[in-house]
């Protein structure tokens, strides 16, 4: 679904756009199911996490350095403001030309730093969900996009700030409340199944029914009863899906640099897959490959 929005002009009714508020659901999810309930040990974590984060959107920044150098003489900026633009956008945007998924990584940053805040005042894991859903709502009705001082600070509203910290809240009260998001049952999945298309089909109306389609998409995902033949094939997934999340816009990046409008998205969407498929399972250790 990644692949598909940042190679295509597919939108499959919306459906690709509930990727990434997927993965912040996850993200929160998986962080807060780390925490012991004790203050001092959750903070560390979520600063052990946050760190984590940090260093991996860092890394990659320098690996897809090149593409913004090239945007930066598309538009025909000069040296000084080209780098005044860049570090305004590694801070608080998270991307630059063809290097889009990056901006998740920076979004999680954004949201450990402003959960860190909150878990030090002891606000709750719902008073952190009122807060998302507060600065949700408010971007899109203060129509902060088109705010000319805001777009030169944040370029966005798709940050960790405005879009994240919803999400991944979201995630954390399914974390904290494990027990009753998950029946087990397969009556259970459809309803949750049910929920989807009807938050799928509210989507086609407002943009404001992703949060509950993503929501519905991970409750399903859940409740799935799933198991993988072997124990060594989810870390397989795992750092193969990491993998294909990082790379796959430098093959996109390429191809679009050398061919422009020569590529169907179909193809440039397939080509992008597999290279992107292959990268990731040789690039696995190979204990475990």
């Known amino acids: 679904m990644v692949i598909a929005i940042h190679t295509t002009d597919w939108s499959i009714a919306h459906l690709t756009d509930a990727a990434v508020p997927f993965f912040f659901i996850v993200s929160g999810f998986l962080l807060f199911r780390k925490f012991s309930g004790k203050k001092e040990e959750d903070l560390q974590t979520i600063i052990a996490w946050t760190w984590k984060v940090f260093k991996l959107y860092a890394v990659w920044s320098i690996v897809y350095l090149p593409f913004a150098v090239y945007g ?17 956008n590694f801070l608080l945007v998270g991307e630059n030309y063809l290097s889009w998924p990056l901006w998740y990584l920076l979004g999680l940053v ?52 405005f879009l994240g910290l919803l999400y991944v809240t979201t995630g954390a009260i399914a974390a904290e409340r494990y027990g009753e998001f998950v029946i087990s049952s397969y009556n259970n999945s459809l309803v949750f199944g049910f929920f989807a298309v009807a938050f799928f089909v509210g989507l086609q109306f407002s943009d404001y029914f992703l949060w509950p389609f993503a929501l ?22 795992g750092l193969m899906s990491k993998t294909i999340y990082l790379v796959h816009m430098l093959f996109a990046g390429l191809l679009i640099i050398v061919l422009g409008d020569k590529l169907s998205p179909v193809f440039l969407f397939a080509i992008v897959s597999l290279l992107s498929l292959i990268t990731a399972y040789f690039s696995l250790p190979k204990s475990i490959r």
């Open 72 to 88: 930066f003489h598309l538009d025909g900026l000069g040296f000084f403001h080209a780098i005044k633009i860049y570090l305004r």
């Open 216 to 237: 519905a998409l991970f409750m399903f995902c859940l409740d799935w009863p799933f198991s993988f033949p072997s124990s060594s094939l989810a870390p397989k997934l």
């Open 110 to 161: 954004w949201c450990g730093l402003v959960i860190y805040i909150l878990r030090k005042i002891n606000v709750p894991v719902w008073g952190m969900f009122l807060l998302g859903l507060f600065l949700y709502v408010a971007a899109s009705v203060f129509s902060l996009d088109e705010v000319d001082t805001y777009k030169k600070l944040f370029k966005t509203t798709n940050n960790g700030l």
